[in-house]
């Protein structure tokens, strides 16, 4: 067998037909040989067997040519499932990249489409609110208050006080004008 033909699609599709179909041949034959054998032993007395002896004996050595029946079954599956990895890991691979490629490409220039129309929307924006006319005059904005700072070296004398009332201490709000209430 020319290893070298294991490598293309055709020489590994008739390397795994062949391989499938001798795993199927041979497990018909162990179903049929696991069928002869537990008919016989079934029928075939031992001295000193029981009631149930010779079934329970024969579906023992029986069961044995079953698991080969079974096995050679599920290796025709993974000689199948041999060729059809080969071909989605091997042969269909570079077909997928260049697909996955493209699809990546043509999201890159989706994106950079978009930030393109983006941008100029942005550029346009600023160039027509620049070059517009200006129809009003900006308003200035009022203050609220002028600020107005308490001195520090007497706050209460600025007010009247009765007679035999002190002044009361100093805290931090006397140096800071106080917000309009309201």
Same mark, same amino acid.
């Given at each position: ?6 490598f ?8 795994t ?10 497990a ?24 149930? *002896? ?12 079953k #698991?080969?029946?079974?096995? *050679?079954?599920? #290796? ?20 997928r ?18 930030v ?5 929307? *942005?550029?346009d924006?600023?160039?027509s609110?620049?070059? #517009? ?23 209460? *004398?600025?007010w009247?006080?009765?007679a035999?009332?002190? #002044? ?5 709000n ?9």
């Amino acid at each position: 067998m020319d290893i070298n033909a294991l490598f293309t699609d055709e020489g590994l599709r008739a390397f795994t037909a062949t391989v499938r179909d001798q795993h199927v041949r041979d497990a018909q034959q162990y179903g049929q040989i696991a069928d002869i054998v537990r008919r016989r032993l079934e029928q075939t007395p031992i001295e000193g067997d029981r009631w149930m *002896s010779k079934k329970l004996r024969a579906w023992k050595v029986s069961r044995q040519l079953k #698991a080969m029946q079974k096995a *050679s079954g599920e #290796a025709a599956s993974k000689a199948e499932a041999l060729y059809a990895t080969y071909v989605n890991e091997v042969l269909e691979l570079p077909q997928r990249r260049a697909a996955a490629e493209a699809r990546k490409l043509e999201r890159k220039n989706g994106r950079q489409a978009a930030v393109g129309a983006a941008v100029a929307k *942005s550029l346009d924006k600023t160039v027509s609110a620049l070059g #517009a006319p200006q129809e009003q005059a900006p308003v200035a904005v009022p203050q609220a208050r002028p600020a107005e700072f308490v001195t520090p070296d007497n706050p209460w *004398s600025q007010w009247p006080m009765a007679a035999g009332e002190q #002044a009361p201490t100093r805290t931090i709000n006397d140096y800071f004008a106080k917000g309009e209430q309201g």
